[in-house]
């Protein structure tokens, strides 16, 4: 599907679905709604609102059949003017676009800029949230099914007459479009599986697909970079672990030097503690980290901030096997430090403590992880937010507050010392894990130990990485989290 913005009067573009909004409790439509509500002899006001009780709830939809016309309005509740972000502009396009994928025969929908109008905000984020919608809206993952959800719509045209809102509005779908991208072809790499997708394949989608210079390390190379923990992790798998280092470089002197470092387990059985069957049922999601960092490193190639970013995943399988890790065993890390392992399944901070060490050797003025990490930050928070943590608090929290313009909820946890105390070993420097208790916090004390001084923020996306049921946008299964918020983070 294509995103586009006209120059034209809404009535003017010839679309087989024309959008208008009412916010809750308007009775007489003002704006483009007013204009399309005269054309059509006041339907709007006399019948959807009046007779039919349309409120203007937020996420409300009407589809109003236009009787001479083979052509249906559809009219969408923004909820009450006060509680109205940009963020809603988002969920409902892709709401909207899914209901008009349901009618069958949509192939064209003009839409009027939600936001820009009586709210008041900026129309180039307008257009970028209503962009972004509309691209998660047309998404699903139906490559091995023989019926396709085939999606009909293939233009969604966004009208503006006004010039100035017009060319505001045009950036905002430009960057509207890499957004979504990214953020979809995050879902495919997830939603992927594990039998297709592992360390190799991921590398060379990398290679295919970031965007930017992208380095991939083998086997013998990682050995020869000092990295033993991640190359443990992966040493129970017949696909051979992979590190990828992805580098985007502005054509000016950089701003600042950022890398993102994404866990790219494209398995995790739990290795020889293997896991129970329902943990282990969606672990192809344990590279969503990964999956995020390269569709990111993609939209910043298109949108080239003067800013160097470093992409870096160590790719391997956690399996049970003959030659798996085993408990018990003491691992040097590439920065030296001893590990000992006390539980196979925690081996994603492994791979990230030779990762993050990776990392600090370049030099960036901050480091940030993403990963599925810790049921235990699932248990604390949920599907509804991510975990985040680090050694700069004002890092995080302009992390948090960027993130929430970009629609996504992150939760800052404690990194108290005593959470580290269970870490303690008798024959290394640190165990890999303790206890249960307060674990995601303990993951996120393991990981400080493996960068020096180097600004660092962690974040744990176990809940919010894959979902068993629909979010706002109506997805599922892979959800593309950490996508957005990284790329407003690093282009602001
Ligand atoms: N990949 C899992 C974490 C996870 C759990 C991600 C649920 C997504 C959904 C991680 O490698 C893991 O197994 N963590 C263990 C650590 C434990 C052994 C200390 C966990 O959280 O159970
Ligand atoms: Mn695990
Ligand atoms: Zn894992």
Known sequence: ??????????????ADVIIVNLFEGVKNPAGVTGIVNKEYKNLISEYVIKKEKFTGKYGEIYKLPLPDKEKIILIAGLGSQKDFTADKIRN?????????????????????????????LCPQLCAQMITEGAISGTYSFDKYKSVKNEIKIKEFIIAETDNEKYKKAKKGVETGIIVGNAVNNTRNLINESSQYLYPETLAQYAVENSGVKTTVYNKAHIK??????????????????KFIHMEYKPEKKAKRKIAIVGKGITFDAGGLDLKPPSSMLTMRDDMSGAAAVISTMNAISQLKPDVEVHGIIAACENMPSGSAYKPGDVIIAKTGRSIEIDNTDAEGRVTLADALAYAEELKV???????????ACMVALGTVASGIMGNNDKKIQEFIQTAKEAGERYWQLPMYEEYGDTLKSDIADTKNTGGRMGGASAAGIFLSKFIKNTPWIHIDIAGTAFLETKNDEGIKGGIGVGVRSLIKYITK
């Open 1 to 14: 599907m294509q995103v586009k913005i006209e120059k034209k009067s809404i009535l003017d573009v010839n």
């Open 92 to 120: 409902l396009t892709a709401k909207i676009v899914r209901n008009c994928s349901s009618l069958g025969n949509v192939k064209k929908i003009v839409s009027i800029l939600h936001g820009a109008g009586i709210a008041g």
């Open 224 to 241: 020869k970079m000092g990295m033993n923990a991640f190359l443990a992790v992966g040493q129970g798998s017949v696909h051979e672990p």
């Open 365 to 375: 003025d901050e480091i940030i992880d993403i990963a599925t990490l810790t049921g």
